[in-house]
């Protein structure tokens, strides 16, 4: 019969337990990375709702619109910018929007929600068509929801995916705009969207 492996003295137990518990810690310090990463990025009202955090904070700093372009138009599902006349339309106004945003100092939390907030006009006109006023109302809605003037947020949500026990998680404060960004986000779109309300009707709808 082969030998018995020779018992594993003192100092190498003691240097194997160490090694397991330095795993152990490794492995929940990726797991805890890898929750707060994705909490980060959890949309909440239009915060994180079409563009994520990297995304924005790349585009920050990215000089050459023609890659923010792209980007927007990978992130928006409009790769076809290049050849649809409506596609092409979305993806420069979205460039446009977010250009704004970055040379008035937008963070990029006040980015995305600004990002999505002009968004859910242009999706809100293609799906349903409303009328000026309509549309004007429900952007003065989201504009306060997403303000500090704004009550807070429940501080949590339940996470999908379990079955006989619901997580709860805490979800981002989506109430990202101070007063005086309330005032330079209405100009803006009052002097672009709303200004052009009834060509963007005539465009995206055909009427």
């Given at each position: 019969?082969?030998?018995?492996?020779?018992?594993?003295?003192?100092q190498?137990?003691?240097e194997?337990?160490?090694?397991?518990?330095?795993?152990?810690?490794?492995?929940?310090?990726?797991?805890?990375?890898?929750?707060?990463?994705?909490?980060?990025?959890?949309?909440?009202?239009?915060?994180?709702?079409?563009?994520?955090?990297?995304?924005?904070?790349?585009w920050?700093?990215?000089?050459?619109?023609?890659?923010?372009?792209?980007?927007?138009?990978?992130?928006?599902?409009?790769?076809?910018?290049?050849?649809?006349?409506?596609?092409?339309?979305?993806?420069?106004?979205?460039?446009?929007?977010?250009?704004?945003?970055?040379?008035?100092?937008?963070?990029?939390?006040?980015?995305?929600?600004?990002?999505?907030?002009?968004?859910?006009?242009?999706?809100?006109?293609?799906?349903t068509?409303?009328?000026?006023?309509?549309?004007?109302?429900?952007?003065?809605q989201?504009?306060?929801?997403?303000?500090?003037?704004?009550?807070?947020?429940?501080?949590?949500?339940?996470?999908?995916?379990?079955?006989?026990?619901?997580?709860e998680?805490?979800?981002?404060?989506?109430?990202?705009?101070?007063?005086?960004?309330?005032?330079?986000?209405?100009?803006?779109?009052?002097?672009?969207?709303?200004?052009?309300?009834?060509?963007?009707?005539?465009?995206?709808?055909?009427?």
């Amino acid at each position: 019969m082969p030998p018995k492996p020779a018992a594993k003295t003192k100092q190498e137990l003691e240097e194997q337990k160490r090694k397991e518990e330095e795993e152990a810690a490794r492995l929940a310090a990726e797991e805890a990375a890898r929750k707060a990463e994705e909490l980060a990025n959890t949309p909440s009202g239009l915060l994180w709702k079409d563009i994520k955090r990297k995304q924005v904070e790349a585009w920050l700093t990215e000089k050459d619109a023609e890659a923010i372009e792209r980007e927007i138009a990978a992130a928006m599902g409009l790769s076809d910018y290049k050849d649809e006349v409506k596609s092409a339309m979305k993806v420069e106004f979205h460039l446009l929007n977010f250009v704004f945003a970055r040379d008035n100092g937008f963070n990029a939390e006040k980015c995305s929600v600004f990002f999505s907030l002009l968004n859910d006009q242009v999706t809100h006109l293609t799906e349903t068509g409303c009328e000026l006023p309509a549309a004007y109302e429900r952007f003065k809605q989201l504009l306060v929801e997403h303000s500090l003037a704004a009550p807070a947020p429940t501080p949590t949500a339940t996470a999908a995916g379990a079955t006989s026990q619901m997580t709860e998680t805490p979800l981002p404060d989506p109430r990202v705009f101070a007063l005086a960004d309330i005032k330079t986000v209405t100009d803006y779109a009052t002097k672009t969207w709303f200004q052009h309300f009834r060509l963007w009707r005539r465009c995206l709808r055909g009427s």
